[in-house]
Each structure stands twice: as structure tokens, then as C-alpha cells.
């Protein structure tokens, strides 16, 4: 018997369910503690090899129970593979330029538009005002957290240019996955993906650190191992929901992992939430509102 997969990014009809939301927005937070576990790590490239590590081994489990991958899903699902070493290659460049609070919203706002433009205006996909008012809330509110220091300077142009081109990065993937993951069964997918994508970072630690790789990773085997555990299940949960065709909304959704990136460390690590932050993530809220109050 064949299944024919079709495309669920290309169907006008896409839309955005209460159950997807939550499981987005449970992605968002999921993403927003494995991002300040990469982050706070001593050694940065060791601690995102080790990301890479369980990628290799969680894609492997289930590339072994996903089922065989369509032939036309192989070009998607290898595309994404590199565009995701790229991003992380990119996100770790922004980290080690630029200050997290800064680099994260600005890597993550650029996005939703990205993925709005995208899927309007190449894929076809109408977006209702209301979900369009939406991505644009979220995107204007993340970025107006990278601004809520001040204007940037000369000398942080390398990092904004990192964080930025890191942006770009997830709006390619995030359209690449969108059409591929319509295209063959969901675990197979996912499998392949992080298969293909966990490589790369281990073997450049391996040539970076050589001898001094052991005891790097035992410093950081617990922030490590556990922030790629939670950054595998919180883009699983993000493919699946794009089984919806739903690219521009979902897209946008993601991106409030900010706001519980500036909670977890007004909560956690001491940092001054401000009330110029509260704005921002306001404006945020209000773009999720939108999103999930479209009928």
C-alpha cells in the first residue's frame, strides 16, 4: 500500500488549534531552559558537542522504530540537518560575542517575520489579520527586548551580526521543516534529523579540545546531557505541531521562550526583570493572544 504524504504547509486551511498552542508554548519554555543550560556551561563548544551527542543518540532510536523515509522527504530533512549545524554553529558565535540577554531575542524576534514573509508570499499560505497582527506583536516585542540597554554600539555589531544571521537560520529551517515533515511519517523525520545534525559539533570538540576534552565534559556532562535532552523533546514537539501547515503562527509562538528565558533568570539567576522588559514581554503576551484567539 503507498501513502502519499502531502505537504501540510501548502494547504490554505491550516490553523492553529488550543492544543497546539499549549504544546508550542510548553516547547518555548523547554527551549528557554536548554538554552540558559548552554549558556551558563564553562566550556561552551563542549557543552553543545554534548547537545550533538545525544541528537546522534535519540535520532538513532528512533530513525530505528520511525520506518523507512520517503524518497522525497530526503532533501528536506538533509537541508534542515545542515541549516541546524549552521544555527548552532551561529548561536554559539552569538554567545560567545554578545550577552545572552541581548542575543536571544534578537536570534529568536527576527524569525516569526521571516517565516510570515515566507509562507505568504512563497508558500501560498493566508494568514487571518488577526494571526498576522499577532506575528508582528511578537516579532516587535522580542526585538524591543534586544533595545530595552540601549541603543547598540560599533562594538557589538559582530554579535548582533551573529545573533541576527542566527535569526535568519531558524526562519530557513523553520520553513524547510514546515513543508518536509508533511512529506514522511513523523519519527522517521525527527529520527534522521537529529542524526544527521549531531555530528558535526562533537567532532569539532574533539579537534578543538583534544587531550583536554575528558575533563571538559566531565565539567560539563550534567548541563550538557540534560540541555540536549530537553532541546531534543522541545523541537519534536515543534515538528509535530507543524504537521498543522500552521508555519507563520507557530513560528511566532516559539519565540516566547524569551519570556521565560527573563523569568527563569529574574527567578533564578538574579537579573533585573525592569519595567521596560515587562513591556516588551506584554506586547509579546499580546501577540500570543492573537495567535490563539484566531478561530
Do not use: K
Not at 566550556?43 to 543518540?57: H, K, M, Q
Not at 524569525?111 to 506575528?135: C, F, K, M, Q, W
Not at 555530528?199 to 583534544?210: E, K, Y
Not at 583536554?212 to 565539567?219: C, M, S, T
Amino acid at each position: 500500500m503507498t501513502v502519499l504524504f502531502v505537504p501540510a504547509a501548502l494547504s490554505p486551511n491550516s490553523s492553529v488549534t488550543p492544543t497546539i498552542v499549549a504544546a508550542v508554548l510548553g516547547a518555548a519554555l523547554l527551549h528557554a531552559i536548554w538554552n540558559s543550560l548552554a549558556h551558563g556551561v564553562s566550556d561552551r563548544l563542549v557543552g553543545f558537542a554534548l547537545i550533538g551527542a545525544v541528537d546522534l543518540v535519540g535520532g538513532a532510536v528512533l530513525v530505528s522504530i520511525g520506518g523507512p523515509m520517503p524518497a522525497p522527504a530526503w532533501p528536506y530533512v538533509v537541508a534542515s540537518a545542515l541549516l541546524h549545524v549552521l544555527y548552532n554553529l551561529l548561536l554559539l558565535a552569538s554567545y560567545q560575542l554578545g550577552e545572552f540577554s541581548q542575543m536571544y531575542p534578537l536570534a529568536r524576534g527576527t524569525a516569526p517575520l521571516v517565516v510570515a514573509l515566507v509562507s505568504v508570499l512563497l508558500l501560498g499560505r493566508s494568514l487571518p489579520i488577526t494571526e498576522l497582527l499577532g506575528v508582528l506583536a511578537v516579532s516587535a516585542g522580542l526585538l524591543g527586548l534586544v533595545l530595552v540597554g540601549g541603543w547598540p554600539g560599533r562594538a557589538q555589531l559582530p554579535a548582533l551580526g551573529a545573533a541576527t544571521l542566527t535569526g535568519l537560520t531558524i526562519a530557513a529551517y523553520t520553513v524547510v521543516d514546515g513543508i518536509g515533515v508533511g512529506l514522511a511519517p513523523l519519527p522517521a523525520y525527527i529520527g534522521w534529523l537529529f542524526l544527521l545534525q549531531g555530528a558535526p559539533l562533537p567532532l569539532l570538540a574533539v579537534l578543538r579540545r583534544g587531550r583536554e576534552l575528558p575533563a571538559a565534559v566531565r565539567r560539563c556532562a550534567l548541563p550538557g546531557l540534560a540541555g540536549g535532552i530537553i532541546s531534543l523533546a522541545a523541537y519534536s514537539i515543534v515538528l509535530w505541531a507543524q504537521t498543522s501547515g500552521a508555519l507563520a503562527p507557530i513560528a511566532a509562538l516559539r519565540e516566547t521562550s524569551i519570556i521565560f528565558g527573563a523569568l527563569i533568570g529574574a527567578v533564578f539567576l538574579g537579573e533585573r526583570l525592569g519595567h521596560r522588559r515587562a513591556i516588551a514581554a506584554a506586547v509579546v503576551l499580546a501577540g500570543v493572544l492573537l495567535i490563539s484567539l484566531t478561530p
